[in-house]
């Protein structure tokens, strides 16, 4: 049977067909909706946070096209002296340190919350933002919050919370297995979100790994 629209039927479908389309291109905006934490919107606007470069790491340059969201500053692990033999030099793929990792930095300033709001917002924030990323669902649960002083000692924030998340799916973690992710947040500065990620586990989880040598990568 052929199905003819009516003139509100054809009005009602265009609506539709232009929330979906509106929605596709408004998508990361998503993740500030209903907070008070935004990106940096001009290279004018700062936040009171330091990087810097742990031992045994590289500043590189990470492409924005094509992520979701910006990021701010990114390192990678040092690759370890090659191998050498008695013939001849030899590189190792053994030798080189969290081969494939990068530690990736965002930050998202604090444009009005209280103290009351602070850690709700925090939490909702840092909710929709890892499931953007990741390309599933990831609930609160799915995080193990950081002692206070754990977070003063590695950022001096006010809170703090890890996920480790298997086969992310996203423009950000695109070619990565792996991500660890961090959320660290300053009631009237703002939050940084450090993302690890790579394509062995090692990098994340081992006590010589590119997560826990970068815990010093920046400080509010």
């Known amino acids: 049977m052929k199905i003819l629209f009516s003139g509100n039927s054809k009005k009602i479908t265009t609506i539709c067909f232009f929330l979906a389309y509106l929605s596709t291109i408004c998508f990361a905006e998503i993740i500030s909706f209903g907070t008070h934490f935004r990106n940096l919107q001009n290279g004018f606007e700062t936040m009171d946070v330091t990087f810097s470069v742990p031992d045994g790491f590289d500043l590189i340059a990470v492409p924005q ?116 992710i961090e959320f660290y947040g300053k009631q009237g500065v703002g939050i940084v979100l450090r993302a690890t990620v790579s394509n062995t586990t090692k990098a994340l989880t081992s006590k010589t790994g590119a997560f826990t040598k970068a815990k010093t990568s920046f400080s509010f």
Request: glycine residues 4%.
């Open 65 to 180: 096209k094509g992520t979701e969201l910006n990021i701010k500053f990114a390192i990678r692990p040092k690759p370890k002296p090659s191998s050498i033999t008695s013939t001849k030099p030899l590189k190792s793929r053994a030798s080189l340190s969290d081969e494939h990792t990068e530690v990736r930095h965002c930050i998202f300033l604090d444009t009005g919350t209280t103290e009351q709001s602070f850690n709700r917002e925090f939490i909702i924030f840092m909710l929709n933002c890892t499931s953007l990323i990741a390309g599933r669902e990831i609930i609160l649960a799915d995080f193990a919050p950081v002692a206070k002083t754990e977070v003063n000692k590695i950022c001096k924030a006010d809170i703090g919370y890890i996920c480790y998340v298997t086969n992310p799916h996203s423009r950000f973690t695109n070619g990565y297995s792996q991500m660890m």
